[in-house]
């Protein structure tokens, strides 16, 4: 391996080298501490590749050097020489033509040291220390896209480290008195440190996504789906993942749909209008969207979609400036803009607003918010949208067709609310009304106080930004509402069972109206993302949003909820809920540690806080306050809800530290949120439900929700969205590998009770079963394997294997493993534990068969052996390749497994349509579920008597593969005259009872016992074939032998007996798998 030449700049660096080879221009030195036989240098990995190269150096570049005149030539030249050869090595590598130099070298040096197969794609790398014990030491830390690796060589000791990134359950930064700043990364059990490392941020950032990217393509299928840009990891890249990093992060901020990516970014200043200052901060440019964030995110925001924007113009002054206009007489002008011809050519030709001639603009130019309200482009969509399906949809909101406001019964109430519309209306006139206001600390605080009932469904499209999905989508909802009518599937039957307990207290949904108009939007839903579907608490939301918005926006609030602002909260395991339940435990810790304290256990906490979570607080707080709180997160996302939530354990915080148990503390929160109002709610107070409560509890002391609010912002507004986003990657990770591990104790526990393997073989047995599926994905794009993960499915069935992945386990596992045709062993293996013909097989099936090899009885394993030799199991085998004896390819193997003996295909289908819990309209019936479980708890022992006989080619293999069993064993000899006895025995006793079988003999009653013995239909069948085909006579009629025979022959040969009974041990079987299945793939 050739590397570019360094200058050595350690002071007495060459004590470290011991002379070797030199001659007029170069040296050769060994390293102190490699040893005789170890590599070094600077050129090789090993002494024949170093002997090689120095001979080349010799042979080609020392009579070219003597020309030279100077020292300096010299140099240059041999530098260049060894980049060529290194591009040259480097040729098939995945090392790209404009990869930097040390890069390259990186790679080469990354793929000898750990030898992986050569789809390992390097992602990165880094010098830094790990720590072992209390000692540093300094090497190389190598991030590619399936696995964490560390090499480090110093003074003689060599340390290798190799992680895969799906057995990490905790990255995070740490610090403590030895180490300042380090990564701790624990793995199985086992903590890491690494430290010293020049950016450290950024390679936090860069391994907690590569964590993160595994995580989902291996456990969460749900979420990996959803995200084409992972489908393919040899694409994988250090800049595409801290561009994706950076697009994430600012899609959470602007609330954009999620297919924007972040392009451009530009430090420049905003001209603020009604603060007449301009405010210094960043231009964030997307295929769609130009955003603007002033460095103090709360100071100042804007939001400008290209389909708003009729011009955009640069001045011809100094300053920098490009001025864009928009509909509704309003303009924003961005100054001291880095490449600014460029940056207008492109925002021209992307939003197709070009000005056909060029624009002279004053530097006084007035730029005006006119407040003429929403785009006149979006109220046409929407007034056609509406038009086309306004005899099925309402267009208006729940609340204006229930409550009314009656104007001339104006009591102080209305009058506040009223104060509240005249506030938003003087911030419209100042900062523009629509999608392009500005957003000002001033629109924060209103928000706070609670956005009046008239403007609440506009200001939630608003800050939510389901109104740019749905000025994208015009048309779109009257569509899915049409396709989706009529369709009947499990979500619109639990659509059906909870639409009346939404709301149930709510006259718009003790109407038809109201109920018709809830089923449509979650209907529609969940037809739209059908891998959601229906979640419980949607319909909870659902309502709320359908009281305050039209129904075609309360199902664009919906989407930007459920695939935005709450990621994966409303999918079958409900992981974005339990993430952000994690967080809520971190942030409690920081800002409550007396409450950590008094509290031993945090799950407390997640059990009290998942309804806050999935419902908003919708479900725990009367809804006149819960509709603040919706206010508040749908402008500051989850950050409003977990502040609310640290807001109302600090205000319970005496009470709570005085509990004694949990249920004490559920009661203590129960009684305040009862006692929670909102005293400037318009509502009637027969929809309210905190004015419904009885003398006694009102005893208490009431909370009113704005201040509640209010404190909530005062005391934990600092947190920052990026501390939240960085959190929710952190315990993303920590949350799936907890829900993997319960998979893993769930199934132990199952399976234990089947077989006689201790918990902890079997815990290792699963972890290797497990962690061979997964290498089988790791260089496999769209590995079919993934597809057959789903987590929704019962424990048993979330993880199973095909039939390649199971012989790569069976040669690692079996003690029958060194038998010649231990391949076509492992093929009949799979298929007789491939009941039901899939092609694959689960955990508790792979666990059985190992558990008969090792713990099963004499008669049990001779079972095991004869049932591989007769269908469905058994099939002849014949490799296509005979220079490569018994050993069958991956694509002969995956063939023989597909081959079926068993009944014709519609049949198959039929009776497993019959016998799926899952069988008709996507509908999951328990009770098919249950039945599989009584059978197979009260399934009787096979009964020897039941099995089929072995026919001739059947037995011949049979003695083969017990001759292969014997082979290598201390008692070979005795093994085969044992075997050799036993099989001439049988061949005896099958020849006498032909004899008897043939129709020449007399003796009749000896013919029919021996018919009798062999089975009345296969005699029958013979006589049969002897009357159809006049030439059977001529032929041998077919012998064959039943089990009883076999076993009860075997059972005579002592040395059989015992050679089947001897004890073996799985434990070093199950070690030598662990260590050997990665290195099984690698290039070493």
């Not at 300096?72 to 040259?88: H, M, S, Y």
């Not at 493993?817 to 492992?826: G, I, Q």
């Amino acid at each position: 391996m050739w590397l570019k030449p360094e200058e050595v700049l350690l002071k007495n660096a060459l004590k470290l080298w011991l002379m070797e080879r030199s001659n007029d221009y170069f040296v050769l030195q060994r390293r102190r501490g490699y040893g005789e036989e170890g590599g070094g240098g600077l050129t090789g990995a090993n002494r024949e590749e170093i002997t090689k190269h120095w001979d080349w150096l010799e042979e080609n570049i020392m009579k070219t050097l003597s020309v030279f005149d100077s020292n300096e030539d010299i140099t240059n030249f041999v530098q260049g020489k060894i980049r060529g050869l290194i591009a040259e090595e480097g040729k098939h590598s995945f090392a790209k033509e404009d990869d930097p130099e040390k890069f390259r070298e990186a790679l080469l040096k990354f793929e000898k040291c750990f030898g992986l197969p050569e789809q390992e794609k390097l992602v990165t790398y880094y010098s830094c220390s790990y720590w072992k014990g209390r000692v540093p030491c300094q090497g190389w830390l190598y991030l590619s896209t399936n696995f964490l690796s560390f090499y480090s060589f110093l003074l003689g000791s060599e340390i290798k480290l190799v992680i895969s990134w799906d057995a990490v359950s905790k990255l995070e930064k740490a610090s403590n008195v030895i180490l300042t700043e380090s990564i701790h990364v624990c793995s199985q059990g086992e903590n890491h440190y690494f430290s010293m490392f020049l950016h450290i941020n950024q390679t936090y950032l860069l391994m907690e996504q590569l964590a993160n990217y595994a995580i989902k393509r291996l456990f969460d299928k749900e979420t990996f789906d959803n995200d084409p840009i992972l489908d393919d990891p040899l694409q994988i890249t250090k800049r595409g993942l801290e561009n994706r990093a950076h697009s994430e992060q600012f899609i959470a901020f602007y609330r954009l749909p999620k297919e924007e990516t972040l392009e451009e970014v530009h430090e420049c200043f905003l001209w603020v209008p009604f603060s007449h200052f301009n405010t210094y901060g960043k231009m964030c440019i997307s295929e769609n969207y130009i955003c603007f964030a002033s460095q103090d995110g709360n100071l100042c925001s804007v939001i400008i979609p290209l389909r708003e924007v009729l011009a955009i113009d640069k001045t011809n002054d100094s300053s920098k400036s490009v001025v864009i206009s928009i509909k509704g007489k309003t303009a924003f002008r961005f100054t001291e803009v880095n490449d600014l011809e460029q940056l207008v050519t492109k925002l021209r030709l992307r939003c197709g607003a070009a000005s056909t001639r060029y624009h002279d603009i004053s530097t006084e130019v007035a730029i005006s918010s006119d407040s003429s309200g929403p785009s006149d482009n979006l109220e046409e969509q929407s007034m056609t949208c509406q038009k086309e399906c306004s005899k099925t949809v309402n267009t208006e909101a729940l609340m204006r067709v229930f409550h009314p406001q009656n104007l001339e019964t104006l009591n102080s109430k209305m009058l506040k609310e009223k104060m509240k519309e005249q506030s938003w209306n003087i911030l419209f006139a100042e900062c523009g009304r629509g999608v392009s206001m500005f957003r000002t600390k001033k629109t924060r605080d209103l928000v706070v106080r609670g956005i009046p009932e008239t403007l609440r469904g506009e200001l939630w499209m608003l800050f939510s930004g389901a109104v740019n999905d749905m000025a994208t989508n015009p048309g779109y909802y009257a569509e899915v509402v049409e396709q989706s009518l009529g369709t009947s599937n499990l979500a619109t039957e639990e659509i059906e069972r909870d639409l009346r307990r939404s709301l149930p207290e709510h006259p718009a949904f003790q109407s038809d109206t109201g109920i018709s108009a809830l089923r449509r939007v979650l209907t529609a839903y969940a037809y739209r993302n059908p891998k959601i579907g229906y979640c419980q608490a949607m319909n909870i939301l659902t309502s709320v949003l359908l009281l305050y918005a039209k129904e075609e926006e309360a199902f664009w609030l919906l989407v930007a909820v459920c695939e935005r602002m709450l990621p994966d909260y409303f999918n079958r395991r409900i992981i974005g809920a339990l993430v952000d339940q994690a967080v809520f435990e971190e942030l409690i810790r920081d800002h409550l540690p007396q409450l950590t304290e008094h509290m031993a256990d945090m799950t407390f906490f997640s059990s009290v806080s998942l309804s806050w979570f999935l419902t908003l607080f919708i479900s725990v707080l009367p809804i006149e306050s819960a509709v603040n709180v919706v206010d508040c997160f749908f402008y500051d996302g989850i950050k409003a809800i977990l502040q609310l939530g640290l807001a109302i354990l600090d205000y319970n915080l005496d009470k709570l530290l005085t509990c004694k148990d949990d249920a004490e503390a559920v009661t203590a929160l129960n009684r305040f949120f009862d006692n929670v109002t909102n005293k400037d709610s318009p509502l009637p107070s027969s929809v309210q439900q905190g004015s419904n409560m009885s003398d006694e509890k009102s005893s208490h002391i009431r909370v009113d929700i704005t201040d509640l609010i209010r404190e909530s912002n005062e005391k934990y507004g600092n947190i920052r969205y990026e501390d939240i986003y960085s959190m929710r990657c952190r315990n993303r990770l920590y949350v799936i590998q907890t829900l993997e591990e319960t998979t893993k104790q769930n199934v132990l526990r199952v399976v234990s009770q089947d077989v006689k393997l201790s918990l902890h073989e079997l815990d290792e047995l699963y972890v290797i079963f497990k962690k061979e599926l997964f290498l089988s994905c790791y260089w496999c794009l769209n590995c079919p394997v993934l597809k057959y993960h789903d987590p929704s499915l019962p424990y048993l069935e979330q993880y199973q294997i095909d039939c390649q992945q199971f012989r790569v386990l069976y040669h690692f596992l079996s003690p029958w493993a060194h038998s010649a045709n231990r391949d076509s062993l492992a093929l009949w293996t799979f298929r007789l534990l491939d009941e039901n013909s899939d092609c694959l097989i689960n955990f508790k099936e792979f666990s059985s068969v190992i558990d008969i090899m090792y713990n099963g009885s004499f008669t049990e394993k001779l079972k095991l052996l004869f049932k591989l030799h007769i269908p469905p199991a058994y099939t002849d085998v014949k490799s296509q390749d005979p220079s490569k004896g018994d050993e069958l390819s991956k694509e002969e193997l995956l063939h023989f497994s597909q081959l079926h003996v068993s009944r014709p295909a519609n049949e198959k289908e039929a009776e497993s349509v019959k016998n799926s819990p899952e069988k008709g309209k996507g509908k999951v019936d328990i009770q098919t579920y249950l039945n599989q479980w009584q059978e197979e708890l009260f399934k009787k022992e096979e009964n020897i008597k039941n099995l089929p006989r072995m026919n001739q080619s059947q037995f011949i293999q049979f003695s083969k593969t017990l001759y292969n069993l014997f082979h290598g064993d201390p008692e070979e000899e005795s093994l085969y005259q044992a075997i050799a006895v036993v099989t001439s025995l049988l061949l005896k006793m099958e020849e006498v009872g032909r004899k008897l079988h043939s129709p020449m003999s007399s003796a009749k009653g000896f013919s029919g016992t021996v018919c009798a013995s062999r089975g009345p239909s296969e005699g029958t069948t013979e006589n049969h074939l002897r009357e159809k085909d006049p030439s059977s006579p001529k032929q041998e009629p077919q012998w064959s032998f039943a089990f009883e025979q076999i076993l009860a022959s075997l059972l005579n040969e002592p040395a059989l007996v015992k050679f089947f009974e001897k004890p073996v041990d799985v434990k070093p079987r199950l070690e030598n798998a662990k260590t050997s299945q990665l290195r099984s793939r690698t290039k070493i």
